[in-house]
């Protein structure tokens, strides 16, 4: 195990979700520590890190993630609509035809047959494979999907794989 003096372990960095699980700010174990006494925030263990933070009259476990005994305005999360940015996002700006850097969004089933503007019918491509695909369904047009599209996933994964 890492040891870290007691000024390393304040300056850690916490993510604050509200009651929901949506992410709020990052803060400091510093001011989590402050969260968790004042009874307004839980630590939750997300993994096995924690970081114990000891004085004479008291001990709290601070972890990674804290979570507010608050709702705050944002209640549920969704994944919003699909823009084109958050296309390119999720799909990490690479086309999903080829793998090559992707500036353009397409529609797996032709908008122009009625396929729709949903997480799972839209996918990032490089302006070649969105022209050479055409009016065509992968099927059609012998150009398989490198991956699924899915709607993106709650943001308490993304926060989880960044610790
Ligand atoms: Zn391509």
Not at 24 to 43: F, P, Y
Not at 61 to 83: I, M, N, Y
Not at 94 to 118: K, L, M
Not at 126 to 133: A, D, G, I, Q
């Amino acid at each position: 195990m890492r040891h870290f003096t007691v000024q390393q372990i304040l300056d850690q960095k916490v993510e604050v979700l509200n009651r929901h699980w949506l992410p709020v700010k990052t803060t400091t174990v510093r001011e989590a520590v402050c969260l968790i006494v004042a009874g307004k925030a839980d630590a939750v263990a997300v993994d096995e890190r924690t970081f114990p933070v000891r004085s004479v009259r008291l001990t709290v476990e601070v972890t990674p993630f804290v979570v507010l005994r608050d709702a705050g305005p944002q209640k549920h999360w969704k994944p919003g609509q699909p823009s084109r940015r958050r296309i390119l996002d999720r799909d990490g700006h690479t086309c999903q035809y080829c793998g090559v850097r992707a500036t353009t969004i397409d529609h797996v089933f032709p908008a122009s047959r009625g396929g729709g503007n949903t997480w799972t019918n839209l996918v990032a491509a490089c302006e070649r494979c969105n022209t050479l695909k055409g009016d065509r369904t992968p099927e059609e047009a012998d150009m398989p999907l490198r991956c699924t599209p899915k709607p993106p996933a709650h943001p308490i994964y993304k926060l989880a794989q960044q610790h």
